[in-house]
């Protein structure tokens, strides 16, 4: 079988950059000539073997990045925006696609920000009572998507705020012992906790120095509370830093961005990097286990799975994603080569979708995806109950899973077949993208196919995908 050759000029170029070396001086410490440097970055030859062992050796440089990070969501979300119909009759190449995903990611980056904003408007236009009876009605990218990118871009992984918290979190009396640290912090900083019957999960006076927690919520969701608000008062510098670096176009973006890397901080703390990735690579992944360990919920441990990618030191990648009762993603995070739909709902034959019909329980899945990987898939129901008589109780759907090469690190894969090619069941991103000519649960044909109607015949579809 012949080699798939790499390709990564944007991470070389980003890697000098990163170091303030001339391509001169970068080409001298990967022991290549300044020519050949040239053509790597650009993309014209492959990262050679000598120059990946370099990147180790010299630089320190997890070698798996090359082959990672964003080029292949780029893809992914290039392929979902061209699937509006808007781009039916101008729809690129997949190969221009990976081009500009690898050559030119910035700009890849501004047609997706363009798309944004095409839909935005487009979608305000369809609504015409609230464009015409607001007058502060704008037509601008949405505050919460451009957060969700920032951490989607980042690989949901944020160094400075999961050390700054492993740091907060090896400061206690040993494991488990998180909540009487963040207490004693509080407390040293002429703070009160006092459980409330309050509806707001979380309620903090800064001038009374009292922050309320509502009895209404679990024990888990009390803790990561009073983390957030650690956060939030003591790690407030290192959160503005961060914020700053990503230029954020709007204060309602920045002021979002702020509370999930406060809502980082507090789950980093919770599940300190170190202690938490071996305890799952012990446990094997068991969400249970891991949730009874660090006192936190299924969720949170699912979620955490997810950012495990710091370099040198990285977990199983996994994605996550929160489904609320219509389809919709509500969270989503990738570090595998699965994308979620950014501009749709998620493919109905994905497993998460039937963990409503079965509440409390683990459902499994072994899925393939159009191109051919396969993964092992765990879905569960999660339901926040208001805390009293008629509170409405909002319902999620959790998603968990990895590529089924990594099956035997989980607890979760025992006793299924992963060998046998007919247990894994197609699923896709969304349908405008996924090439699948027999899916019965096909909504909208495909866009790169060409389909045949005949009056005479009707099977599962109304057409016949060519």
């Avoid at 809502?263 to 799952?280: C, D, Q, S, V």
Wanted: hydrophobic share 40%; net charge neutral; aromatic share 8%.
């Amino acid at each position: 079988m012949a080699t798939q050759k790499l390709y990564a000029g944007a991470k070389l170029r980003e890697m000098r950059t990163r170091f303030g070396l001339t391509q001169k001086d970068f080409a001298a410490k990967l022991g290549v000539s300044l020519p050949y440097l040239n053509q790597m970055e650009n993309n014209n030859r492959p990262v050679s073997t000598t120059v990946v062992l370099a990147l180790a050796q010299e630089f320190g440089m997890d070698v798996t990045e090359l082959s990672t990070g964003d080029s292949e969501r780029l893809v992914s979300d290039m392929r979902e925006a061209l699937a509006d119909p808007v781009f039916a009759d101008a729809t690129p190449p997949l190969a221009d696609l990976r081009l500009a995903a690898s050559n030119a990611p910035a700009l890849a980056r501004a047609f997706l920000a363009l798309h944004r904003s095409y839909r935005q408007t487009h979608e305000r236009l369809a609504s015409l009572d609230e464009a015409l009876g607001r007058e502060d009605a704008r037509l601008e990218a949405s505050p919460w998507e451009e957060v969700r990118d920032f951490f989607h871009y980042c690989d949901n992984y944020i160094d400075a705020v999961d050390r700054a918290a492993e740091n907060f979190a090896n400061q206690g009396t040993g494991p488990g012992r998180i909540g009487e640290t963040a207490q004693s912090v509080l407390e040293r900083m002429g703070i009160t906790i006092e459980l409330s019957d309050i509806a707001p999960l979380r309620q903090f006076d800064a001038e009374a120095g009292l922050l309320r927690l509502s009895t209404r919520a679990s024990p888990e969701t009390r803790l990561f509370q009073t983390l957030l608000q650690v956060a939030l008062l003591r790690q407030d510098k290192l959160l503005e830093a961060t914020l700053d670096f990503a230029r954020f176009r709007s204060d309602e973006a920045r002021a979002i961005a702020k509370i999930g890397l406060a809502n980082y901080f507090a789950g980093a703390a919770l599940m300190p990097y170190g202690a938490f990735l071996e305890a799952a690579q012990t446990h094997r992944h068991d969400l249970e286990v891991l949730g009874a360990r660090f006192g936190a919920s299924i969720e949170q441990v699912a979620h955490r799975l997810s950012t495990l990618q710091r370099p040198g030191a990285k977990g199983i990648p996994f994605f996550f994603a929160r489904v609320d009762q219509a389809g919709t993603i509500t969270k989503r995070h990738s570090a595998t080569r699965l994308q979620f739909a950014r501009f749709g709902g998620a493919c109905p034959l994905w497993n998460v979708h039937r963990a409503f019909e079965t509440p409390g329980r683990f459902l499994r899945q072994l899925a393939e995806t159009p191109d051919g990987v396969r993964y092992v898939n765990l879905a569960r129901d999660v339901s926040k109950p208001g805390g009293s008589f008629g509170a409405p109780v909002r319902r999620y759907a959790i998603a968990l899973g990895c590529e089924v090469r990594h099956a035997d690190a989980l607890v979760y894969a025992d006793t299924l077949d992963v060998t046998n090619a007919e247990a894994f069941e197609p699923i896709g991103i969304s349908c405008r993208i996924c090439e699948r000519k027999t899916c019965h649960q096909r909504s909208v044909p495909p866009l790169e196919r060409r389909l045949s109607i005949d009056a005479n015949r009707r099977g599962v579809l109304p057409y016949e995908v060519n």
